[in-house]
């Protein structure tokens, strides 16, 4: 197992580094002006992408791109230490095409969609002239299960008509949104396993019935390309709108999510450094009763616990890219809790080691002069997107207790007998 990036993520490494110095920090005053504004998206970004493009620096997440699409191929190892850097300015990522949620529908559309869905949908995305949104959750069940859904799709003739409510659809707020893919329950799904009762449906953005209800403020924060509710009122599209089998939705869903993942926690994991810098910083000018707070133990122990946890959640987070980039190789069950294991510990990192920025900032670490409150509120948020903290300790528990199920019994099994549990192997003599 070896994590180290190969020499062309190496370089694509620095040129993004130097490339976020030289032309997306000078403009991020402008950019939060600008939305402040209600200016979304800033009337600079089309250039910023236009010249990120050019150089190359494009959709740099997606291994499996062919030929004549854009994009740098990185395996999911290289690419995140990339997500890593981008990080750090949040909105980063969308002047390299590599933003959520388009880069997990661009790699659901890469696999499963026609070659009409693909030239509607996949090019403009690819070539970052459009936006989409991912339409699961709903507010009136339980979504962390998505067997839950009620959202419906029934067939009608050569047409999918849908009927239900959406909420926290992030990025249906962006003026460039054209495509929801909407997780549906099937009209006809009565019988069917539970698993296999839902179906992806591609609706246009503009399709009569699909209306905006409003834009959900996250704790107080109102992202610009939003978290939305969404109601469809007998949404009809042409049966050719339907992504993969029907009732294929569910796998599909999980499909998603893997390298996604990896993305949101290595821009976590950037967040983090950034915060964990911003406060060794500040604890090093700021004095309180006679010296700096640097030289307090309780910050260097604040300090010190922020950089280990980082470099733990790093290695995890790697771990799991790798494991990606195995395919079939790996074993699915594992790759699958190890996915699970890293969203729930960037989420948890955030939160700690932000919130220890902020102590250390005190008042100020509050306010909106300094990034630390954007990123605890992001990382508040975290824990509940793409699904709480609890499901995914349920996914590594279920992993860790099939395993040790498949032991019970034969030869695999670690304790047979009392003995041995009173004599570990190592004490005996
Ligand atoms: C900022 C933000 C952006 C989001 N973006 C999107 C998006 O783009 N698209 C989309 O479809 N959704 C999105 N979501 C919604 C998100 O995916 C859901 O909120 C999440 O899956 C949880 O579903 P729920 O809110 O219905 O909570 P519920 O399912 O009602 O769960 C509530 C609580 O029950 C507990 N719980 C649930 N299951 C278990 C279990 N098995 N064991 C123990 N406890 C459990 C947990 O504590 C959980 O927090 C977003 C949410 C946020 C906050």
């Not at 569910?250 to 949101?264: D, K, N, S, T, Y």
């Not at 915060?275 to 010190?304: D, H, I, M, S, Y």
Request: charged residues 20%; contains cysteine.
């Amino acid at each position: 197992m070896d994590f180290a990036p190969s020499s062309l993520a190496r370089e694509l490494h620095e040129r993004l580094t130097a490339f976020m110095d030289r032309y997306l920090l000078p403009y991020n005053a402008a950019w939060h002006a600008a939305v402040a504004a209600g200016d979304y998206p800033p009337p600079f970004l089309d250039d910023l992408k236009a010249l990120a493009l050019e150089e190359g620096l494009w959709n740099l997440f997606l291994p499996t791109l062919r030929e004549d699409e854009p994009g740098t191929r990185l395996c999911n190892l290289d690419y995140a230490p990339l997500a890593e850097a981008m990080g750090r300015l949040p909105w980063a990522a969308e002047v390299f095409n590599c933003q959520a949620p388009d880069t997990g529908n661009i790699e659901l559309l890469h696999r499963f969609a026609t070659p009409a869905q693909r030239a509607r949908w996949l090019q403009p995305l690819l070539q970052g002239q459009t936006r989409s949104a991912f339409a699961m959750s709903e507010p009136d069940v339980a979504s962390s299960d998505p067997t839950n859904l009620q959202t419906t799709v029934r067939r009608e003739g050569d047409a999918l008509v849908l009927s239900g409510r959406k909420w926290f659809i992030t990025g249906a707020a962006h003026p460039r949104c054209r495509l929801l893919i909407v997780l549906c329950r099937n009209a006809d799904a009565d019988g069917a396993s539970s698993h296999a009762r839902h179906s992806m449906v591609l609706v246009p953005a503009d399709a009569p019935g699909v209306s905006i209800v409003r834009n959900i403020s996250v704790l107080h924060h109102h992202a610009p390309e939003g978290h939305c509710e969404i109601l469809l009122q007998g949404v009809r599209v042409p049966a050719d709108h339907l992504l993969g089998d029907w009732g294929a939705g569910f796998a599909m869903a999980q499909a998603r999510l893997g390298p996604g993942r990896v993305h949101h926690c290595m821009r976590t994991i950037g967040q983090c450094e950034l915060a964990l810098r911003l406060a060794t910083e500040r604890a090093l000018e700021r004095t309180a009763f006679g010296k700096p707070l640097a030289e307090q133990a309780n910050v260097q122990e604040w300090l010190a616990e922020s950089r280990i946890e980082i470099d733990q959640a790093r290695l995890l987070v790697l771990h799991a890219a790798w494991l990606l980039d195995q395919g079939d190789a790996a074993d699915a069950r594992q790759v699958r809790a190890q996915v699970a294991a890293i969203k729930l510990v960037a989420a948890r990192l955030q939160q700690r080691v932000v919130d220890r920025a902020m102590q250390i900032f005190g008042a100020m670490g509050l306010s909106p002069d300094t990034p630390l409150a954007a990123f605890w509120t992001w990382g508040r948020a975290l824990r509940l997107m793409d699904g709480p903290d609890e499901v995914h300790l349920r996914t590594v528990a279920r992993h860790e207790l099939a395993r040790a199920r498949a032991g019970l019994g034969d030869s695999g099994a670690w304790f047979t007998t009392p003995e041995q549990m009173r004599a570990p192997p190592h004490l005996s003599t």
